[in-house]
T-cell receptor
């Protein structure tokens, strides 16, 4: 079964520290990977997309992809209390999640402690 | 990012009635939209892929006669929950594909069936 796995947490990080969120996926041929942030009761908002092995940086966020290990991560530097949310890893699994849809992990609940 | 408008944001209905949810792309044309459902503390589950001018593609286990999808124009997709029952109570979220595999989400509709 095609899957996207995340540790549900909660992950508690002190304000100003680096938060590290991890995700593994089952399909070796997946090509598109996304991180979404979802506040309680709200819909997901896109943070990062990544398609190639290595790191991709955008402001305080860095996405890391390792296709050989089937692993994608998100680093949040200088964590702020406003970063407290659930972070969803999403993968376009070829042959899963519909023809074009994304398969989501269950999300990691991140808490930034002031 | 691209703007996807979803309406209504919250609806309460009696068991056995039908509810229509609208999803609009406000500043772009979306040939493909997606409908997801999210139960409390669960991840997003893809229900169907909505294609402009053709029939929707439903995920396994989703009843197409219960969840009617119409994508009549490049900016509007609708989901109608027919003969709603309490077990249909959930958070329904639409998304539109913008560039490549990137999807932007509407604000979501919280459906409560009494």
């Amino acid at each position: 079964q095609k899957e996207v796995e995340q540790n549900s947490g909660p992950l508690s990080v002190p304000e100003g520290a680096i938060a590290s969120l991890n995700c593994t996926y089952s399909d070796r041929v997946s090509q598109s990977f996304f991180w979404y942030r979802q506040y309680s009761g709200k819909s997901p908002e896109l943070i990062m997309s990544i398609y190639s092995n290595g790191d991709k940086e955008d402001g305080r966020f860095t996405a890391q992809l390792n296709k050989a290990s089937q692993y994608v991560s998100l680093l949040i530097r200088d964590s702020q209390p406003s970063d407290s949310a659930t972070y969803l890893c999403a993968v376009k699994l070829l042959g899963g999640g519909g023809a074009d849809g994304l398969t989501f992990g269950k999300g990691t609940h991140l808490i930034i402690q002031p | 990012g691209a703007v996807v408008s979803q309406h209504p944001s919250w609806v309460i209905c009696k068991s056995g009635t039908s509810v229509k949810i609208e999803c609009r792309s406000l500043d772009f044309q979306a040939t493909t939209m997606f409908w997801y459902r999210q139960f409390p503390k669960q991840s997003l589950m893809l229900m169907a892929t909505s294609n402009e001018g053709s029939k929707a593609t439903y995920e396994q286990g989703v009843e197409k006669d219960k969840f009617l999808i119409n994508h009549a124009s490049l900016t509007l997709s609708t989901l109608t929950v027919t003969s709603a029952h309490p077990e249909d109570s959930s958070f329904y979220i639409c998304s539109a594909r913008v560039n490549g595999d990137i999807q932007y989400f509407g604000a979501g509709t919280r459906l409560s069936v009494l």
